[in-house]
């Protein structure tokens, strides 16, 4: 069984910076995507960054320019540098890992991680 563990959460003010991180325990197989989502108060869970396993990275195009994914499949870790942060980034952030056995998908989920972001 895949456990996701996040941290790099915090309080910035805008413009400012920080970067999260998720560590995958358990053994991954195959064609896979790590990446993250988040929800703000009221709101939807959305789609934020992902990292293929191979090595195909796509962003929302709210976040495109200013945040950054990378990937670590030696620890099978995912990460995500966000800069020039804005309120309306305030969310928390859920670190997601998607797996494929033929059509079948299985997601994954962290706990989630505050991102607050002071005007």
């Known amino acids: 069984q895949v456990q996701l563990e996040e941290s790099g959460g915090g309080l910035v003010q805008a413009g400012g910076s920080l970067t999260l991180s998720c560590a995958a325990s358990?053994?991954?197989?195959?064609?896979?995507?790590m990446g993250w989502y988040r929800q703000a108060p009221g709101n939807e869970r959305e789609f934020v960054a992902a990292?293929?396993?191979?090595?195909?990275?796509t962003y929302a195009d709210s976040v495109k320019g200013r945040f950054t994914i990378s990937r670590d499949d030696v620890n099978n870790a995912v990460y995500l540098q966000m800069n020039s942060l804005k309120p309306e980034d305030t969310a928390v952030y859920y670190c997601n890992l998607a797996t494929f056995s033929g059509s079948h998908r299985s997601d994954y989920w962290g706990q989630g991680t505050q991102v607050t972001v002071s005007s």
């Open positions: 358990g053994t991954i197989f195959g064609f896979n995507v």
């Open positions: 990292f293929t396993s191979f090595r195909v990275a």
